[in-house]
């Protein structure tokens, strides 16, 4: 079990699950603390969630609650994002006709088999520039988001698909401490404008929806795929004609990724979902971002270091020998 959910819901309500003894002054009680009473092993990118959650609440100066409270507090609301998912998986099945169930089946394991998730962008990559529209016609360049700090990317089906309407919240969960922590986030999809805007609207979404039109952008990335004329007829059993709701008649879908890509244009996180019912749980992008920050921190330190020795250079004294020897 993760407190993974548990510590987002708390930051968003703002209600702080830290120690009330006064002699306490770390930070790392909170996940010793689960492991020995509740007998939870903690992921490291969890525990860098504890972490991250302890300093925030330590800074709030809100008051905090029990330790001896917090094992039943956590039991109650602690949920993964994949717990969610798995809920719904097993609602959407009871609620969808066979045929079309074996149909979406088989169109997960061709395309887990395909391999075209291996052969997308991945960590370590450089990411293909882009400029695409907001809802609004706004044109946002990566170029100029990515110059600014981290993006986060998140593709995502469309509104429509439910399981991506539970991926965006629970980037909207985090999305304030997402910005803390550096990053802009940005949502793209082969929908339409207006198909964007609503999904925009009705999940509540502080960052833009973009208009990837005929998923040229979802193409660069190797996430975007063709459903075959099987497929498409069981989709429109179910009622979804992506030929209405992107606005073109391609019938290509794009995978859900998320991915952080750094200032300097490399992705140094990606997470791909060929199986679309399946999803990371955002509590994995802070330690990402937060060695970004460091690294940028360190170097923009190295540089105004660099820059005062030129103003103030040192004067020599004696003469320095020179060795022509490499280091």
Not at 89 to 111: F, G, M, W, Y
Request: hydrophobic share 35%; glycine share 6%; aromatic share 6%.
């Amino acid at each position: 079990m993760s407190v993974s959910r548990c510590l987002i819901t708390a930051v968003a309500a703002r209600q702080p699950v830290i120690p009330a003894e006064p002699q306490v002054s770390n930070n790392t009680w909170l996940a010793r603390d689960l492991d020995r009473r509740c007998g939870w092993r903690l992921a490291h990118v969890e525990r860098e969630y504890v972490k991250f959650a302890f300093r925030h609440y330590r800074q709030s100066g809100a008051t905090p609650i029990s330790r001896v409270s917090l094992p039943n507090t956590v039991k109650m609301a602690a949920m993964l994002l994949q717990d969610e998912l798995d809920a719904l998986r097993d609602k959407c099945c009871e609620n969808t006709p066979p045929h079309s169930r074996r149909v979406r089946q088989e169109a997960i394991d061709n395309l887990v088999s395909s391999g075209i998730a291996e052969r997308a962008i991945h960590a370590g990559d450089y990411a293909p520039e882009f400029r695409l529209r907001d809802p609004d016609g706004k044109t946002i360049s990566s170029y100029a988001v990515r110059n600014g700090g981290p993006v986060l990317i998140v593709f995502y089906r469309g509104g429509w698909c439910p399981y991506c309407k539970l991926d965006l919240h629970a980037i909207q969960a985090v999305a304030t401490e997402l910005r803390s922590s550096g990053a802009s986030i940005i949502a793209i999809s082969q929908q339409s404008a207006n198909e964007s805007r609503s999904t925009e609207r009705l999940n509540g979404l502080s960052f833009p929806s973009l208009v990837d039109r005929g998923g040229k952008v979802s193409r660069a990335f190797g996430l975007r795929w063709k459903l075959s004329r099987e497929s498409r007829a069981a989709e429109i059993e179910c009622g979804l004609d992506l030929a209405a709701v992107n606005g073109e008649s391609s019938w290509t879908l794009t995978m859900p990724a998320r991915y952080v890509i750094g200032p300097e244009g490399i992705v140094e996180y990606a997470d791909i979902s060929a199986n679309y019912t399946r999803r990371c749980d955002p509590t994995e992008l802070f330690p990402v971002l937060s060695q970004i920050r460091a690294r940028l921190a360190h170097r923009s330190s190295a540089v105004a270091g660099s820059a005062f020795q030129k103003a103030c250079p040192i004067v020599q004294t004696r003469p320095t020998r020179v060795s022509s020897r490499r280091q």
